[in-house]
């Protein structure tokens, strides 16, 4: 059984570099005009949703911000793109949540060398201890704040405890009114030029949405001072 296991990390790590390798000498994925220029010229294509969908997906796993695909699918493909962007990420973090538990001690090391890139007023410790007391309520209460990146949140999650449902329809509540107004944001921005007015109400629902954001990030009883 040992073997068997050993042999399965051993694949799965070949499989996942060589994946690596593909998105970041093939696509450049982390170029983000790059990346939209490769979209917007395979949109067209028959079955491209799937394909942008899956796509996304592993770039979510590879730490590529969830707020790029927000714009680039509400360009691409309006209203559509809040869904292929929802089921992306839903399948994205079910997957990060999974490699955490599978490869622990290594994506201890990554995460905490990402996260840590620049300065952060919560340990992922603290996240950490806060998922395994609130369970559900903090990761819907993560994935509604900005102060954690989404993909993060996938890996730390998987690192606790917490079961994988309460884990799954966290993120789901958490994530789903977020990318909502977001798209709704980006589409009327889209059609600015012939919809001036729509662009207006779609920017002051974002800046009402941030604000119930912060004022909620500041009440709220998950919220610890280091």
């Given amino acids: 059984m040992r073997t068997k296991g050993r042999n399965f990390k051993i694949l799965f790590v070949i499989i996942f570099m060589l994946i690596l390798v593909y998105l970041i ?125 989404f993909t993060v949140a996938n890996y730390v999650s998987g690192l606790s405890s917490i079961p994988l449902r309460p884990y799954v329809i966290g993120t789901l509540l958490g994530l789903a009114p977020g990318q909502f107004i977001t798209t709704y944001f980006f589409v009327k921005a889209v059609d600015i030029r012939e919809n001036p007015m729509g662009a207006v109400i779609a920017a002051v629902i974002k800046g009402a949405y941030v604000l119930l954001v912060i004022l909620w990030q500041r009440k709220s009883k998950y919220k610890t001072k280091e």
């Fill in 25 to 149: 000498v093939g696509l450049k994925v982390f170029d983000k005009e790059n990346l939209l220029e490769f979209f917007i010229s395979g949109r067209e294509s028959k079955g491209f949703g799937i394909f942008y969908t899956l796509i996304i997906m592993v770039l979510m796993v590879f730490f590529v911000p969830i707020s790029w695909f927000s714009a680039i699918g509400a360009f691409l493909f309006g209203w559509r793109g809040y869904i292929y962007v929802i089921i992306a990420g839903m399948l994205a973090s079910i997957l990060a949540f999974y490699i955490a538990k599978i490869f622990r001690e290594d994506v201890i090391k990554v995460v905490n060398k990402i996260y840590y890139k620049k300065e952060r007023d919560m340990s992922l410790e603290a996240i950490s201890r806060q998922i395994e007391t609130h369970g559900m309520g903090y990761v819907f209460f993560m994935r509604s704040m900005p102060f954690i990146p």
